[in-house]
């Protein structure tokens, strides 16, 4: 059993949670996701099945598409509606004209500062396992890129709805923060949902309960691929170092290779001026 999964991650599981079932449903050990999704956050998490785990880490740099509710006035120790309130701020005089103008400021590319309850490893330690531990230190900034912050109000005037299109490594709930910090004040974020996760949307996402296998040719959905002669398949299944003009690419890759079938059989990635290797061989 080998391919992709797109899950719509229910409210309540974590994305380890979510592999553990998997595993028990798909009647397979070797499952795998794409990248973390909070908790109390829904929508598309891509899960890899048997072979097709080790395809993963090409999908991890992919776009994502998120919607979620931002609360003015209002800050917590996680920088969303699961933490405990840290500080709270008087932010009725705060007008959609102006939270339109501080959105402004926070779209394309930008530093943001992880927070304190993300994965990331400092000095070989992960953040969240600091902040259960009463600690917090300086996080560098890191470069991320929001293609789309778009926000509206709703009934309830600190309450305002967002749409997200960011690049990867973007943490939604830093940039509700960081809002509300540049409206004077303070902002928390709920009911994050994730809508996509490059070219896998929630149209097509399946549940935890009835989990679809897609082949594992499409977690390169969309990207250029090789298709190899029997010649040259057979000095990929060996792994071999080849010449671009010897696999017919061009660029940066990494490039999917794929036997006269169609099945993927490799990864390529650039190796140096000319040259490329085997990142990953499937067969």
Do not use: N
């Amino acid at each position: 059993m080998h391919g992709i999964v797109i899950l719509d991650k229910p409210a309540g599981w974590t994305s380890h949670d979510v592999v553990a079932k998997s595993r028990g449903v798909l009647g397979t050990p070797r499952v795998g996701h794409s990248g973390t999704l909070d908790p109390d956050a829904t929508g598309v998490l891509v899960l890899g099945v048997g072979r097709a785990t080790r395809l993963l880490r090409f999908l991890q740099g992919l776009p994502k598409s998120y919607s979620c509710e931002v609360v003015l006035g209002v800050e917590t120790s996680t920088l969303d509606a699961a933490g405990e309130v840290t500080a709270s701020h008087d932010m009725s005089a705060v007008t959609p004209a102006a939270v339109e103008a501080a959105a402004a400021t926070l779209r394309g590319d930008i530093l943001q500062v992880p927070p304190m309850v993300s994965a990331i490893k400092i000095g070989g330690r992960r953040l969240h396992e600091m902040a259960r531990a009463g600690e917090e230190i300086e996080r560098p900034p890191r470069p991320v890129r929001i293609d789309r912050f778009d926000l509206e109000p709703t009934d309830d005037p600190m309450v305002y709805r967002a749409i997200v299109d960011c690049s990867s490594g973007t943490y939604v709930r830093s940039l509700a923060a960081d809002l509300g910090a540049a409206l004077g004040g303070g902002a928390h974020l709920r009911a994050l949902r994730r809508h996509s996760v490059g070219p896998f949307i929630e149209a097509e996402a399946s549940t935890i309960e009835t989990p679809v296998l897609l082949p594992a040719e499409e977690a390169f959905r969309g990207v250029d691929g090789v298709t190899l002669d029997a010649e040259l398949e057979r000095a990929v299944r060996v792994g071999s170092v080849l010449a671009d003009e010897r696999l017919g690419v061009t660029g940066d890759g990494p490039w999917p290779v794929f036997d006269g079938t169609g099945r993927i059989l490799a990864v390529y990635e650039r190796r140096g001026p000319g040259r490329v290797k085997p990142a990953v061989v499937l067969v």
